[in-house]
């Protein structure tokens, strides 16, 4: 079993900058491909971004309202998986999950936008980007 806890979260200004962090906790957590998702009131959980295994070649995946803002990165020492935000937009404003997907890996290829190949989630952090 794997607990996520996400941190991070806050208020800031268009333009600004966030790290959100998310930290695991049981499990083999090099080996979980992990997920970052959003969701804003009365809307959907979306995909923001993704960053594979530490157990072979390292491949991302960002949603393209996020591409050359937003990077994804693991520490697996620190079991610790991150978002940067960059040039934050009011529109970014959401409840923001992180999730991870364990082998055989349900969210590789075209499935890594799906909440539903993703095994374990976080209890979510606020991101509020005033304009």
């Known amino acids: 079993q794997v607990q996520l806890v996400e941190s991070g979260g806050g208020l800031v200004q268009t333009g600004g900058s966030l790290r959100l962090s998310c930290g695991g906790s049981g499990g083999t957590f090099r080996s979980y491909a992990m997920g970052w998702f959003r969701q804003a009131p009365g809307k959907e959980r979306e995909f923001v971004a993704r960053?594979?295994?530490?157990?072979?070649?390292?491949?991302?995946n960002y949603a393209d309202s996020v591409k050359g803002r937003f990077t994804i990165s693991r520490d697996n020492a620190k079991r610790t998986v991150y978002l940067q935000m960059n040039s934050l937009k009011p529109e970014d404003t959401a409840v923001y999950y992180c999730?991870?997907?364990?082998?055989?890996?349900?969210?590789?290829?075209?499935?890594?936008?799906?909440?539903?190949?993703?095994?374990?989630w976080g209890q979510g952090t606020q991101v509020t980007v005033s304009s």
């Open positions: 960053i594979s295994s530490s157990t072979g070649i390292t491949y991302y």
């Open positions: 999730a991870a997907d364990p082998p055989p890996y349900s969210s590789s290829g075209v499935g890594y936008s799906f909440p539903r190949n993703y095994n374990y």
